[in-house]
């Protein structure tokens, strides 16, 4: 049963690869940096509208970052930033050690192989930076990672989706009975929206809560961890950003996509609207 699961999952994630779109529709690879892909098939994509922006993004093999243990085994690209002004080069330090620390810090095991590895920029702006990395690995099996990480600019660290939003019970009232300020997902292929009214109140905040956790978080809480393993992580609850929109994903047998206008949800906000 299991094995028939990953093989669900995994013909779901190819169809994942052509899913996301950023802050903007226009796709440029200008910023990408001369290392050569060490992975086949990697895609990656920057989104952005904004014109403003004070820092660009640059694609880094991990296998360069040398104080991983496994840099020489398992390979994959992760977003640095650059070009930052020179007073602020220290921070730009900071920013790309929590985005290393972000994408890299779970990863632990035996790794056989690793494919299909798609990095996408959702959002690039001055205010925050949202991204995914998916990819297929194999160690003592066969699993797929969808890993969301979102940056705030202005204090250079990781943010989480109660940082951004009251995750309360007037907010999952909101949802529940306003289906009709959802909006269709980028570029919908076979994912959907949620029904949130098949949860009660209670079981649908528990899963805007676990939006929040870390994949280093998950595995130490249990969350499908095995041995032998970087990390079982299938599909999880997650969010991302999008310019204007905030994206929920529940895990519903796969990822189901609540993609939120920002001015919709205004009085929930804990921040400024992006």
């Known amino acids: 049963m299991r094995q028939l699961c990953i093989f669900n999952k995994k013909t779901i994630f190819i169809l994942l690869l052509f899913l996301l779109t950023g802050c903007g529709s226009s796709k440029s690879t200008d910023e990408m940096d ?3 892909p060490i992975i086949e098939n990697i895609s990656n994509t920057v989104e952005s509208t904004k014109t403003d922006n004070y820092y660009s993004v640059s694609f880094v093999e ?4 040398k104080d991983l243990v496994w840099h020489d085994e398992l390979s994959f ?6 070009d930052m002004p020179e007073e602020r080069l220290p921070f730009e330090d ?10 890299t810090s779970w990863i632990g095991g035996k790794i056989i192989n690793v494919d299909s590895v798609d990095l996408t920029i959702t959002c690039h702006s001055n205010r925050y930076l949202s991204f995914v990395n998916s990819f297929i690995y194999e160690s003592n099996h066969v699993d797929i ?9 202005l204090t250079g660290q990781r943010v989480y989706l109660n940082e951004l939003v009251e995750l309360n019970e007037d907010f ?3 949802l529940q009975e306003n289906s009709s300020k959802v909006k269709e997902p980028p570029q919908p292929l076979w994912q959907g929206i949620p029904d ?20 280093e978080e998950l595995i130490q809480d249990g969350y499908y961890s095995l041995e032998e393993s970087i990390g079982s992580l299938l599909f999880r609850n997650s969010f991302f950003l999008r310019d204007g929109m905030l994206v929920i994903i529940l895990d519903q047998g796969g990822e189901s996509f609540i993609t939120l206008d920002v001015n919709d949800i ?3 906000l804990k921040v400024n609207k992006w």
């Open 34 to 36: 001369d290392t050569k």
């Open 62 to 65: 991990t296998s360069n970052i």
């Open 77 to 82: 690209k992760i977003p640095q930033i650059k």
């Open 94 to 103: 900071t920013i790309n050690q929590n985005i290393t620390k972000a994408m």
């Open 145 to 153: 990672i969808n890993d969301y990480v979102t940056i705030d600019m």
């Open 172 to 174: 999952v009232k909101y």
């Open 196 to 215: 949130l009214n098949e949860y009660t109140s209670s079981e649908l905040l528990e899963e805007l809560k676990k939006c929040s956790y870390t994949q």
């Open 266 to 268: 205004e009085d929930f």
